[in-house]
């Protein structure tokens, strides 16, 4: 009986959030005031989300600045594969130089 009752309660739980997020949506269109102070509240809230260690942002520059200098670093590749035929680079030549 619990296994039932736990599958209806996540059952109810997966088709109210949605239902919920767009009565909420809705009533955020209408611009209410109550909607521009939902907004200011919950906007710190959603900032500290992608807040970032500085550690870790140091570190991931420094990961991006050592993959840069490794791609730099050597020769440039051999592009023989790429080379246009001498056929096909040839310029055809105008009427006027052709006289």
């Known amino acids: 009986m619990s ?3 736990d599958s209806v309660l996540a ?3 997966v088709l109210l959030i ?3 997020l767009y009565r909420v949506a809705r009533w955020s269109r209408a611009r ?6 939902l907004g200011v509240a919950l906007a710190p809230i959603i900032a500290a989300g992608s807040a970032v260690d500085p550690d870790s ?6 990961r991006q600045e050592k993959k840069h200098e490794e791609d730099d670093a050597g ?3 051999n592009d023989e ?5 001498a056929q ?7 009427r006027e130089e052709a006289k």
């Open 57 to 62: 942002r140091i570190v991931n520059e420094a």
């Open 88 to 94: 096909y680079t040839k310029q055809p030549l105008l």
């Open 11 to 13: 059952a109810v739980v």
């Open 81 to 85: 594969h790429l080379q246009i035929p």
């Open 18 to 20: 949605p239902y919920l």
């Open 32 to 37: 209410t005031t109550g909607a521009y102070v």
């Open 75 to 77: 020769d440039p590749p």
């Open 3 to 5: 296994d039932l009752v």
